[in-house]
């Protein structure tokens, strides 16, 4: 069955947060486009998801036949993380630009995802990515503008970084859109007028598929 994985990561509620609407926006398309089709929500803000403490590494590092009760529940919500990469066969995740990165809950969740032998493995002796066949579409919301080109553009660290440790689990086909200057809301400037290019790239990505 066609799946989508669709993770939100913003603070801001529905109503509020650019990213949302944007990934709100995809998955709709994607219901229309994929009738009978799964979607595994993911709403990252909500979840409690551990940090690498050093239970959490050693855990990581215990063969799965001889972790404890203690280590398997350390790690259940890593594990079942790591499932829906593996279901869906699609992804698309909103990034709110945080200080010029991703959210610190994203990043969490990518600690939880990126593990040797489940996403990634270094079997042949470079690494190879597990995740084969997928495809990952990022919605991007930052309050200045980093497009190619621009004064800032060297501070978007979040398509480089994405687009590596993506990479790095196989999943190379990516996909970025990008609403930047949201933060002209501030000054006057509608909300419908700031989304509407990265609701077209959206819109537009599902015609040409
Ligand atoms: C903690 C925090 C840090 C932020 N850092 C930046 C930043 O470095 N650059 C930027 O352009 N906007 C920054 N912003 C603004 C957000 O990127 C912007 O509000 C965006 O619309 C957030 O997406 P959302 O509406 O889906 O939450 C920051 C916002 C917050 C809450």
């Known amino acids: 069955m066609p799946t989508l994985l669709h993770i939100d990561s913003s603070p801001l509620g529905q109503g509020t947060s650019f990213t949302r609407e944007l990934t709100a926006e995809f998955a709709a398309r994607w219901r ?11 709403d990252l803000a909500r979840l409690e998801i551990p940090e690498p403490t050093a239970e959490w590494v050693a855990a990581i590092f215990t063969h799965e036949a001889a972790q404890s009760e203690a280590q398997k529940k350390l790690l259940k919500i890593s594990e079942e993380f790591i499932a829906d990469l593996y279901e869906a066969g699609e992804y698309v995740i909103g990034v709110p630009m945080h200080n010029f990165s ?9 600690d939880q995802v990126v593990r040797r032998d489940k996403t990634f493995s ?35 660290l979040i398509e480089p970084y994405l687009r590596n440790v ?7 086909d990516c996909s970025f859109v990008h609403a930047g200057g949201t933060a002209k ?13 990265a609701l077209d790239a959206v819109r537009t990505s599902f015609q040409a598929a």
């Open 102 to 110: 991703v959210p610190s809950k994203l990043k969490l969740w990518i």
């Open 32 to 42: 229309d486009t994929h009738p009978g089709g799964k979607v595994i929500y993911r």
């Open 122 to 156: 270094y079997g042949t002796g470079i690494p190879e990515g597990l995740l084969i066949d997928k495809k990952a579409t990022f919605l991007i919301a930052s309050g200045g503008v980093y497009d190619p080109g621009t004064p800032l553009a060297s501070y978007d």
């Open 166 to 172: 993506f990479g790095f689990i196989g999943v190379t």
């Open 185 to 197: 809301l501030m000054y006057g400037v509608d909300r419908p007028t700031i989304l509407q290019p």
